[in-house]
């Protein structure tokens, strides 16, 4: 995949999962995943992560159960959302 393209992400087909652009054909995106979010109008580099009960979204009550985020390499993390632009590095 070219580096300088970009997807949306979208909701896998495949249950609690992310998908590039079409649920049903698009590349999932898994744990390690290396790849660049379009966050605040700027470029974050970083990773795909899961984690089940140890992810806690900023301001959140409670941690979420399970599912991937998106951890910067500045260390910051971030909840995923169909919709959000991404690109694979």
Do not use: K
């Not at 009960?53 to 971030?78: I, K, T």
């Amino acid at each position: 995949m070219p580096e300088d393209t970009i997807y949306a992400l979208v909701i896998s087909s495949v249950r609690g999962r992310y998908a590039l652009d079409d649920p049903l054909h698009g590349q999932d995106i898994t744990s390690g995943q290396a790849l660049a979010i379009l966050l605040g109008g700027h470029w974050t580099l970083g990773s795909i992560e899961h984690a089940g009960g140890l992810y806690v979204p900023e301001h959140a009550a409670q941690p979420a159960s399970s599912g991937y985020y998106f951890l910067a390499n500045d260390g910051s993390l971030c909840g995923l959302c169909a919709g959000m632009n991404i690109r694979i590095r």
